[in-house]
């Protein structure tokens, strides 16, 4: 995704918005070539217990 979606919790404007700790070690993370995997491309279904779907 290029765009954060309307409930991105990138986003300040949401209610579940991350800590400014969990934004950081999200960045930290991608900027050393490890993958981050937006909310909507998770499926935490019980069955699926988080696999990546994309």
């Known amino acids: 995704m290029k765009q954060p ?3 991105c ?3 300040k ?3 579940y918005a991350l ?7 999200i960045l930290q993370a991608i900027t050393h ?3 981050f995997h937006c909310h909507k491309t ?9 696999r990546v779907t994309v």
């Open 5 to 7: 979606c309307a409930n």
């Open 9 to 11: 919790p990138f986003r």
């Open 13 to 15: 404007s949401v209610a």
């Open 19 to 25: 800590s400014p700790e969990k934004a950081h070690d």
């Open 33 to 35: 070539d490890k993958a």
């Open 42 to 50: 998770v499926d935490y279904s019980e069955s699926h217990k988080g």
